[in-house]
């Protein structure tokens, strides 16, 4: 299939008069990983929300599979194989952890299948089954909440600052994992604050800066565009 699988072109969108993404390209190829690289404010969790059927862009196209689908529901967008993990986690604190892998079943999954795909990718998760989501770590309710997307078996998977607030080691367990499901034929597209976290499993990246793209290609060439300044190390 050579059809990207995820492709925004010219998007523009805003919150009331204030415009924050100015003609956006990116595409998404299937069984890769594109990592959307740039400071906070500069327009990477609108356009994941965009992506995920969370906000409407008011102007561009929108693309899954070739097909455009400006203004879809994140509903619509999930049942076309599109998965999002927001920013902040996407977990249920006053549940389980196997009650909130029981609340992605919705999507026809078996809760036994859940389980032992969870347990056996993050083993800690079988151990914690038990336990309220909102006790455990960080790194534990990020695990839960790849878990519960992946539940879905999505086409494209949507992460938004995978590494926030995580330990360095976490965060590479973490990526490792991604870059697991990339082999095995998942689309990812990664917005990320911390550019160098993800570049090393990414195939392409882009650099935004105030609602803009200024920089798309290999990881090793938005490497050079990169600044410690404003992405961190």
């Avoid at 594109?34 to 693309?63: D, F, I, Q, W, Y």
């Avoid at 078996?153 to 995978?162: C, G, I, M, Y």
């Avoid at 095995?184 to 911390?194: I, K, N, Y």
């Amino acid at each position: 299939m050579t059809e990207p699988m995820l492709e925004l072109a010219g998007i523009r969108a805003g919150y009331g008069a204030i415009e924050v993404l100015h003609g956006v390209d990116l595409t998404l190829r299937p069984g890769s990983l594109l990592a959307l690289l740039g400071p906070n404010g500069g327009g990477k969790s609108t356009t994941m929300r965009v992506c995920a059927g969370l906000h409407a862009p008011s102007g561009g196209e929108l693309r899954f599979a070739g097909r455009k689908v400006n203004g879809i529901s994140a509903q619509d967008a999930a049942r076309l194989g599109v998965c999002s993990i927001p920013e902040g986690r996407g977990i249920f604190p006053n549940l389980t952890v196997r009650e909130n892998l029981w609340a992605a079943t919705g999507t026809g999954a078996r809760l036994e299948d859940l389980e032992e795909k969870a347990y056996a990718r993050f083993p800690i998760l079988g151990e914690r089954r038990r336990q309220l989501a909102g006790s455990l770590s960080g790194g534990e309710q990020q695990m839960l909440a790849l878990s519960r997307a992946l539940g879905a078996d999505p086409a494209v998977l949507l992460l938004d600052e995978l590494s926030m607030g995580l330990a360095p080691m976490i965060v590479t367990r973490m990526y490792e994992t991604v870059a697991e499901l990339v082999e095995g034929g998942l689309s990812v597209l990664v917005a990320e604050q911390f550019a160098r976290a993800v570049l090393p499993i990414a195939d392409t990246a882009a650099l935004m800066l105030n609602g803009r793209i200024v920089a798309a290609g290999t990881p090793d060439e938005i490497e050079d565009r990169l600044s410690s300044d404003y992405l961190g190390g």
